[in-house]
C-alpha cells in the first residue's frame, strides 16, 4: 500500500518554497523584506531550524511568488524574518466578540503545516479545486481547525501594493462556520479512524495500490484500508485555506491531502447521509 507517499524531502521543501511554483512567472528582484537588517537581531528561541529552513532563509523570496498565495505562504511559514516582516502590528486577535492586539514582540514564528510535510484543503465540488491557482485574489483566510476543541483559528491575509500580509487572527466556534456539520463529523470520523463512517467496498482511482504503479485503475478497496493512502490519520488539528470558494450545506464534501515535498495528493469523497456523512470514494494521484 501506499502507507508513506508523502515523505518530505527536506531539500525539495526548500526549493518550492524559493521558487514561484506553478505560478510559472519570470524571478524578478528579491524582496528586501525578507532580508532587512533590522530583523537580524529578531530572536525566537521557541523556532526549530532545520537545514531545509536555513536554506530558505538564507535566500530572498522572489517577488514573483507574491503573485500567487501558495507560493508566498510556502515561503512566509518557512522563513522567520519574512514572517515577521509580512504581519501588520500591532495585530488584532478576535475571540469570543472580545479583541486584543499582538505586538511584535509577542509573536513567535508560526510554520502551521509545514512540520508536517502536507496540509489539507476541502472543497464542494471539483469546479473550487482551481481557486488556489488564482493569480486575481485580494484576501485569503488560512484555517486551522481544531477537531477536539471544535474551534477554528483563522488568519485573514490581504493582497496591497503588491504584497501579501496577515493583518488579523480570529477564533470562531464551529456552529459559526459554513462546514459546521462536516467538521463536527470529522472530528468523531478521525478520532474512531473511520470505524461505521466508510463504504464498503470503498470505491478508488489511482495508482495501483498492489504496487504497479504504470497506469490509474478504478476499482474497489475494503473499507479498512482507506488509511493507506494518507500519510497519517489526524488528531486534533486539520487546515484549511479559504481562497474565494463559496461554501454551502451541500452534501458532498472533498477533503484534500496535499504534499508540500513531491506534489502527492489523495482526496476523500464525502457525501451526506440523513444527519451524517459517509466516505464514498478516494481519488490519488
Not at 8 to 36: F, I, Y
Not at 61 to 85: G, H, T
Amino acid at each position: 500500500m501506499r502507507k508513506a507517499f508523502l515523505l518530505v524531502v527536506c531539500v525539495c521543501v526548500a526549493m518550492m518554497a524559493v521558487t514561484t511554483g506553478c505560478s510559472n512567472r519570470k524571478v524578478e528582484a528579491a524582496d528586501s523584506s525578507s532580508t532587512d537588517s533590522a530583523m537580524a537581531a529578531d530572536s525566537d528561541t521557541a523556532d526549530t531550524v532545520d537545514s531545509a529552513t536555513e536554506v530558505i532563509a538564507s535566500t530572498p523570496m522572489p517577488k514573483a511568488a507574491d503573485q500567487l498565495f501558495d507560493d508566498f505562504f510556502f515561503n512566509f511559514i518557512a522563513n522567520r524574518k519574512l514572517q515577521r516582516s509580512r504581519i501588520k502590528f500591532p495585530l488584532p486577535v478576535v475571540n469570543g466578540g472580545k479583541t486584543s492586539e499582538l505586538m511584535r514582540s509577542q509573536w513567535k514564528t508560526d510554520h502551521f503545516f509545514r512540520p508536517q510535510g502536507y496540509y489539507t484543503l476541502i472543497f464542494d465540488n471539483e469546479k473550487q479545486m482551481k481557486y488556489p491557482k488564482a493569480t486575481d485574489l485580494d484576501s485569503v483566510i488560512v484555517e486551522k481547525i481544531h477537531l477536539r476543541k471544535r474551534t477554528v483559528e483563522q488568519y485573514w491575509f490581504d493582497h496591497q501594493d503588491g504584497k501579501w500580509k496577515l493583518n488579523k487572527i480570529c477564533t470562531i466556534g464551529f456552529k459559526q462556520s459554513y462546514n459546521a456539520s462536516f467538521f463536527t463529523f470529522l472530528s468523531r470520523f478521525f478520532a474512531h479512524s473511520g470505524r461505521g463512517f466508510v463504504k464498503n467496498p470503498l470505491a478508488y482511482s489511482g495508482p495501483d495500490p498492489n504496487g504497479e504503479e504504470v497506469a490509474t485503475i478504478n476499482t474497489t478497496i475494503p473499507a479498512g484500508e482507506w488509511s493507506s493512502f494518507l500519510p497519517e490519520v489526524p488528531g486534533e488539528m486539520i487546515y484549511n485555506i479559504l481562497y474565494g470558494q463559496k461554501y454551502s450545506e451541500s452534501d458532498r464534501k472533498i477533503l484534500t491531502f496535499r504534499g508540500l515535498a513531491n506534489g502527492a495528493e489523495t482526496q476523500l469523497f464525502f457525501r451526506r447521509h440523513g444527519k451524517d456523512w459517509r466516505l464514498e470514494k478516494i481519488v490519488a494521484y
